[in-house]
T-cell receptor
Framework: LAKTTQPISMDSYEGQEVNITCSHN???????ITWYQQFPSQGPRFIIQ???TKVTNEVASLFIPADRKSSTLSLPRVSLSDTAVYYC???????????FGQGTTLQVKP | GAGVSQSPSNKVTEKGKDVELRCDPI?????LYWYRQSLGQGLEFLIY????????KSGLPSDRFSAERTGGSVSTLTIQRTQQEDSAVYLC????????????FGPGTRLLVL
């Protein structure tokens, strides 16, 4: 499973767009990229998944360049409730077990 | 519909005691996972079930840890002779078939070993 690197923490203000970039230089051809969000005292929650180019859902967008060695999670107009830890995960074993890194702690300020 | 549920939500036990943690996955999900989240180790995989079988137990930290799943539904994680380093949040997740599908996590059981 490919290793990922992402910033440990980020600060933002309400209403701003937040972009969190994840590096995954050793991504394999069949790997996809998945982001999870975790609030304090809760289990992680799936946000978005993609393989290449751009994916958008009601919560976020995921940008993946052609070489797929990195990806950027974009959160539009964040609010205080978006304060959480965001995990970037790459690939999957045949079983689907998830290998979590440190994650990025996003702090949204008023 | 109902999500993944876990019980108890909190458990305090004394060192050396056995504990059982329960997970009720989403109905119809064949894949079930146990993870552990502690301050020092982050979020780590413990065991994976497909139906009642556990093809991947590679994350269980010692032979004090075991898990079973019955009827392709409820799973129990048992920790024998608990140690203080077992203190953590134990999270359960399920997905429809496993593989790369979205996993849905429960709220976790917070275990404190005194």
């Amino acid at each position: 499973l490919a290793k990922t690197t992402q910033p440990i923490s980020m600060d933002s203000y309400e209403g701003q767009e937040v972009n969190i970039t994840c590096s995954h230089n050793n991504i394999a051809t069949n790997d996809y990229i998945t982001w999870y969000q975790q609030f304090p005292s809760q289990g992680p929650r799936f946000i978005i998944q993609g393989y290449k180019t751009k994916v958008t859902n009601e919560v976020a967008s995921l940008f993946i360049p052609a070489d797929r060695k990195s990806s950027t999670l974009s959160l539009p107009r964040v609010s205080l409730s978006d304060t959480a830890v965001y995990y970037c995960l790459v690939g999957s074993s045949n079983t689907g077990k998830l290998i979590f890194g440190q994650g990025t702690t996003l702090q949204v300020k008023p | 519909g109902a999500g993944v549920s876990q019980s108890p939500s909190n458990k305090v036990t004394e060192k050396g005691k056995d504990v059982e943690l329960r997970c009720d996955p989403i109905s119809g999900h064949t894949a079930l996972y146990w993870y552990r989240q502690s301050l020092g180790q982050g979020l780590e995989f413990l065991i994976y079930f497909q139906g009642n079988s556990a093809p991947d137990k590679s994350g269980l930290p010692s032979d004090r840890f075991s898990a079973e799943r019955t009827g392709g539904s409820v799973s129990t994680l048992t920790i024998q002779r608990t140690q203080q380093e077992d203190s953590a949040v134990y999270l359960c997740a399920s997905s429809i078939r496993g593989g790369g599908e979205t996993q849905y996590f429960g709220p976790g059981t917070r275990l404190l070993v005194l």
